[in-house]
């Protein structure tokens, strides 16, 4: 089944214990991204990857990390967790675009942290 | 820069009714594709309906099409004979693609919620 998976779903820490969330697709999709969703605020980009390698900022990348060794992982890490980063975490791949036009995004199921 | 504007935060339909969430976008790239997602209460992020900025017809998905104004900027949603299960949170989103292919830039989202 082609899908994006998350581990772990479900993770509560305390302030500055790393931690890092995987993510994995077997579709062989080139591009990969990390978001947060926080209430009213939608999903915001973290960082996206569009391919192995290449890792590029998007829009709230202050206090992650992330690495693309394969092409199929894409894990985000939190080096020195804070509270504010207490966020609903998505994963989502995508293949490269039809033509001139980008393709959708596949998410994964979602990772729910609290940093306490 | 992308942004995409919602600006809807709630909205409530009947049963059976069609209904329109509204969406606004800004981009000054050329090549570009719109989504629409939805998030029911259990958070997992479905992919509903997509637009490409050529496409000259809107697109259409079961009960769900995607009213394309070009000039307008605008790419609302519309559902038709709307179920109860279609309540839940949805989002617009946006991706270019010739000058920065991994970026993707979502809305605030509009939750809806449908009276029986």
């Known amino acids: 089944e082609a899908q994006v998976t998350q581990n772990p779903r479900y993770l509560i820490t305390v302030t500055g214990k790393k931690l890092t969330v995987t993510c994995s697709q077997n579709?062989?999709?080139?591009?990969m991204s990390w978001y947060r969703q926080d209430p009213g605020l939608g999903l915001r980009q973290i960082y996206y990857?569009?391919?192995?390698?290449?890792?590029d900022k998007g829009d709230v990348p202050e206090g992650y990390k992330v690495s693309r060794k394969e092409k199929r992982n894409f894990p985000l890490i939190l080096e020195s967790p804070s509270p504010n980063q207490t966020s609903l975490y998505f994963c989502?791949?995508?293949?490269?675009?039809?033509?001139?036009?980008?393709?959708?995004?596949?998410f994964g199921p979602g990772t729910r942290l609290t940093v306490l | 820069a992308q942004k995409i504007t919602q600006t809807q935060p709630g909205m409530f339909v009947q049963e059976k009714e069609a209904v329109t969430l509204d969406c606004t976008y800004d981009t000054s790239d050329q090549s570009y594709g719109l989504f629409w997602y939805k998030q029911p209460s259990s958070g997992e992020m479905i992919f509903l309906i997509y637009q490409g900025s050529y496409d000259e017809q809107n697109a259409t998905e079961g009960r769900y099409s995607l009213n394309f104004q070009k000039a307008r900027k605008s790419a609302n949603l519309v559902i038709s004979a709307s179920q109860l299960g279609d309540s839940a949170m949805y989002f617009c989103a946006m991706r270019v693609f010739w000058t920065n292919a991994g970026k993707s830039t979502f809305g605030d989202g509009t939750t809806l919620t449908v009276k029986p």
């Open positions: 579709m062989n999709h080139e591009y």
């Open positions: 990857s569009m391919n192995v390698e290449v890792t």
């Open positions: 989502a791949s995508s293949p490269k675009g039809q033509g001139v036009l980008p393709d959708t995004q596949y």
